[in-house]
C-alpha cells in the first residue's frame, strides 16, 4: 500500500537525518583545523550527491512505469463501467451508485460549480484513488474495485463551508455468474 | 561570553528590522493559537463549529504565509545591507502596506465572514452559498494585492541595489564564476541567495497579481469568466513560489551567523553558485506538483512536476544542509540560542524535504493528496525550519549578535519546541498515512486520538515560542545596539 511504505521511508529516512544532525552537534565542540576537513568533506559531498543520484534515479523511472493517469490502457479486454460523476456545494450526483468487484470502473468527473476533489474511500476509509473535480473540465479516472461492500466518496478540494460534508456512498457487488455481455 | 570578529560594522538591526520581527512574532503567535484552535476542533475538544473553523483556516494559513514573508524579507534585508545600499524607506513602506492588508483581510474574514482559504481558489470566493458576500472576498483579495505590492517595492529596490553593485543579475547570481571560469568565488552567499529570491518571488507576485485582479473583475463582473484551469495554475504557481521564496529569504541567516559563531567562511564557490542557479529555475518549474491530480493538465507538465520534485531536493540537501554540517563539525563552536536554532533549522528543513519528495511522486499523490500528509510536510519545513531561523535570528539580534549562553528556560523551551515540533507534525503526516483529509472541520472518531495527542503538542509549540518571542521583544535595546 502506498501510504504505508510512504510513512515508512519518511520515517526511516527521518531517523537517519536525526541520526546525522546528532553525530555532527556531539561533535562540533571540539577543534581541528578546517581546510584539510574541508578538503574531506567536499570529497565526501560528490560521493552524497551521486549517492543521492543513483538512489533517486531508478525510484523516479520505477515510479512512472505506471501512471494513474493511464490506467486505460492496463485492462485491454475489460470493458469499463463508465459512471458520470458531478460535484456540487455541497453533494455528489452520480449517474450509478453500484459497481462490479473487479471490473475497471471509469468514472467522468467534472463540477457543476467550483472546485471539488473527487476520491474514494475503501471499507477501511483508507483513499484508493482520486482527481480534482473540476468545472469546464472532465477528468477520467480508472479503478478497480476489489473488495465487496460499501465505498465512500469523500470531497477532496475545499469547496467552502460544508466541504466536509460532501459524501456519496458506492456499492461494490460481486460479478453476476450469468454470462454477460462482457464476455462475448 | 566571546564577541564574535566578522560582525558587520551595522551589527546592530535598524528599527524597521525589529519593527518586522516585532509583528511578525506578534502575528505568529496569534496564527499559532488559532491553529491550535483548528486541532482542538478537529479533537472534538472544544465546539466552534465549522464557519469559525474554515475562517480560521483562512486567517492561520495567509496569516502565517505572511509571517514567513515578514521574518525572511527581515533576514534578507539586514544582511544584504552590508554590501548594497537599500532603501530604508522603501522597507517601511513595505511594512506599512503588509499592515494595512492584514486589516482589510481581517475585516473581510471576521466580518465579512470570508473562509474561502488562502489559496482562494477560482471560482469559489464568488460561489459561498450566501455564507459571504462578494464586498468580502473582495476586501480579502485586495488585502493579498496591498501585501504582494509591498513586496513587489521591497523586489524592486533589491533589484535596483544588486544591479547598482554588481552590474546585472547575472553578475550578482555569480554566472561569470560559474559559467565563465572568472575566479574561484562569486558574489557573498547573501548576495546570490537574495538574487535568486528577488528573481522567482517577482515572477510569483506578478502571476499572483494577475489572477486576482482577473477575479476581482470576475467578482463583479460575472461575464468576464477565467479559465478555471489557468486560475489554478497561476495560483498555485504564485503560491509555491512565494512560501519558498520565505525560506530562502531566511536561510541567509544561516549562511551569514554560523561563520561568525565557527569562524570559518561560507563560500561561494562554484558548487554553492551552481546550486543556487539551479534552485531558481527549479522553484519556477516545481509548481504543477500541485497539481498531480488534474488529470486535465498535459502529460508533460506533470511529469515535470514530479521529476523536478526529485531534483529540487538535492540542492538543498547537498548544498546547503551539508554545508552547515561541514561548517559546524569538529568547529569548536560554542552553542547557545541562536545556533542551536539554525542548526534545527537545517533539520527541519530538510526533513521537511522527504515527505515532500515522497508526496511528489504521482502514483503516492495519487492516495495522499490533500491528506493530512500535505500539511505535515510543509509544517515540518516551515515550522522546524523556517520559523526556526527566524527564531534563531531573534536570538542572534537579541543577544547583541553574540555568543550568549543560553539560560534554564530558553533551553528547555528548545527541546520542547523541536520535540513538540516532531510531534506535532508526525501527527500531520499520520493522518495522511490513515487518509484524513486536509481541511476537514470534522473529523470520524477513528481519527480523533491523533488529532487530541497533535493538539498537546501544538500547545507545547506555543508555549516555547511565546518564550522565544518575548525574550527577543523584552531585549530590543540590545538589538538595536548590537555589541555592546
Ligand atoms: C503551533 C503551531 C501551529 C499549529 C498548531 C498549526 C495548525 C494548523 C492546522 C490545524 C492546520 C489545518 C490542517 C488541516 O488541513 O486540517 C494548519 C494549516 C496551515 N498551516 Fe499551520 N499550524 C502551526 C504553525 C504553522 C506555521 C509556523 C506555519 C507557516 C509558517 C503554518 C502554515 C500553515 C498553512 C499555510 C496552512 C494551510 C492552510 C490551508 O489549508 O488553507 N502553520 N495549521
Ligand atoms: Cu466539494
Ligand atoms: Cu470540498
Redesign the interface.
Known amino acids: 500500500m ?6 515508512q ?2 520515517v526511516a ?2 531517523v537517519v ?2 541520526l ?2 546528532a553525530f ?2 556531539l ?6 583545523e ?1 581546510a584539510p ?2 578538503m574531506r ?2 570529497r565526501l ?1 560528490t560521493g ?2 551521486w549517492t ?2 543513483l538512489l ?1 534515479t531508478p ?2 523511472v520505477y ?2 512505469s ?4 493511464d490506467a486505460a490502457h492496463r485492462h485491454p479486454g475489460n470493458k469499463p463501467q463508465v459512471i458520470d460523476a458531478v460535484g456540487y ?2 453533494y455528489w450526483i452520480l449517474s450509478s451508485n453500484e459497481v462490479t468487484v473487479g471490473r475497471p470502473v471509469e468514472f467522468h468527473v467534472t463540477s457543476g ?3 471539488h ?1 473527487f ?1 474514494i ?1 475503501d471499507q477501511d ?8 473535480a ?8 480508472q479503478l478497480v474495485f476489489r473488495k465487496e461492500g460499501t465505498y465512500k466518496v ?12 460532501m459524501l456519496a456512498e458506492i456499492r461494490a457487488v460481486a460479478p453476476t455468474p450469468v454470462p454477460s455481455e462482457d464476455n462475448k | 561570553m566571546s564577541v564574535l570578529t566578522h560582525t558587520s560594522p551595522r551589527a546592530g538591526a535598524t528599527a524597521g528590522v525589529l519593527a518586522y520581527l516585532v509583528s511578525a512574532g506578534a502575528i505568529l503567535l496569534l496564527m499559532m493559537v488559532f491553529g491550535l484552535a483548528m486541532r482542538l476542533e478537529q479533537a472534538q475538544i472544544i465546539s466552534i463549529g465549522a464557519n469559525r473553523f474554515y475562517e480560521l483556516m483562512t486567517l492561520h494559513g495567509i496569516g502565517m504565509v505572511g509571517v514567513a514573508a515578514l521574518g525572511g524579507a527581515a533576514i534578507m534585508w539586514h544582511f544584504l545591507r552590508q554590501y548594497v545600499q537599500l532603501s530604508p524607506a522603501l522597507f517601511i513602506a513595505n511594512l506599512v502596506l503588509f499592515l494595512l492588508g492584514v486589516v482589510l483581510i481581517l475585516v473581510g474574514v471576521l466580518w465579512g465572514k470570508f473562509a474561502g482559504a488562502w489559496t482562494f481558489l477560482y471560482p469559489m470566493p464568488g460561489h459561498s452559498m450566501g455564507v459571504w458576500d462578494n464586498d468580502a472576498a473582495a476586501l480579502f483579495m485586495v488585502g493579498l494585492l496591498l501585501i504582494g505590492t509591498g513586496f513587489l517595492l521591497l523586489y524592486l529596490d533589491v533589484a535596483r541595489a544588486l544591479i547598482g553593485e554588481y552590474g546585472s543579475l547575472a553578475h550578482a547570481l555569480g554566472w561569470p564564476q560559474l559559467f565563465l571560469g572568472k575566479g574561484k568565488y562569486g558574489p557573498p552567499p547573501t548576495v546570490v541567495a537574495s538574487t535568486m529570491v528577488l528573481i522567482v518571488n517577482t515572477i510569483g507576485i506578478v502571476s499572483g497579481a494577475s489572477i486576482l485582479l482577473m477575479m476581482l473583475i470576475n467578482l463583479y463582473f460575472p461575464r468576464f469568466t477565467i479559465d478555471p484551469l489557468l486560475a489554478k495554475n497561476l495560483i498555485y504557481f504564485f503560491g509555491h513560489v512565494f512560501i519558498n521564496a520565505t525560506i530562502y529569504m531566511a536561510v541567509i541567516a544561516v549562511y551569514e551567523i554560523l561563520p561568525r559563531y565557527t569562524q570559518r567562511p561560507w563560500p561561494s564557490n562554484r558548487v554553492f553558485l551552481a546550486a543556487f542557479t539551479a534552485s531558481t529555475v527549479l522553484v519556477i518549474f516545481i509548481y504543477p506538483h500541485h497539481l498531480l491530480m488534474d488529470f486535465a493538465m498535459p502529460r508533460w507538465m506533470l511529469i515535470m512536476g514530479q521529476v523536478i520534485s526529485y531534483l529540487n531536493g538535492l540542492p538543498v540537501l547537498v548544498v546547503t544542509m551539508y554545508g552547515a554540517l561541514t561548517i559546524i563539525y569538529r568547529s569548536g563552536i560554542k552553542w547557545d540560542m541562536a545556533s542551536g536554532l539554525l542548526l534545527l533549522s537545517m533539520f527541519g528543513w530538510a526533513a521537511g524535504v522527504i515527505p515532500a519528495i515522497v508526496d511528489g511522486t504521482i502514483v503516492i499523490n495519487h492516495v495522499m493528496h490533500n491528506t493530512l500528509w500535505v500539511p505535515g510536510h510543509f509544517h515540518t519545513y516551515l515550522l522546524l525550519g523556517m520559523i526556526a531561523m527566524v527564531f534563531g535570528f531573534m536570538y542572534y539580534l537579541a543577544n547583541g549578535s553574540r555568543h550568549v549562553r543560553a539560560g534554564m528556560l530558553d533551553r528547555l523551551s528548545f527541546w520542547a519546541f523541536a520535540a513538540a515540533g516532531m510531534g506535532f507534525t508526525f501527527a500531520f503526516l499520520y493522518g495522511g498515512l490513515s487518509s484524513v483529509p486536509r481541511r476537514y472541520a470534522v473529523h470520524l472518531p477513528e481519527w480523533l486520538a491523533y488529532d487530541r495527542i497533535a493538539s498537546v503538542f501544538a500547545a507545547v509549540v506555543i508555549a516555547a515560542a511565546l518564550v522565544f518571542v518575548v525574550r527577543f521583544a523584552s531585549r530590543l535595546r540590545t538589538a538595536r545596539g548590537g555589541a555592546t
Not at chain 1, 561533535?27 to 581541528?32: D, F, I, L, R, V
Not at chain 1, 505506471?66 to 493517469?69: A, H
Not at chain 1, 473540476?134 to 479516472?141: F, G, R, T
Not at chain 1, 469523500?154 to 460534508?165: D, F, K, R, S
Open positions: 502506498y501510504q504505508q511504505l510512504a510513512w521511508i519518511t529516512l527521518t537525518l536525526g546525522v544532525f555532527i552537534a561533535n562540533a565542540g571540539k577543534w581541528t578546517y576537513l574541508q568533506a567536499y559531498r552524497f550527491f543521492l543520484v533517486l525510484v523516479l515510479s512512472m505506471e501512471l494513474p493517469y456545494q455541497w460549480d467550483i472546485n476533489g476520491g474511500y476509509m483508507r483513499l484508493v484513488g482520486q482527481t480534482q473540476m468545472p469546464d473540465y472532465v477528468n477520467k479516472l469523500l470531497c477532496m478540494e475545499y469547496c467552502g463551508i460544508a466541504h466536509h460534508n
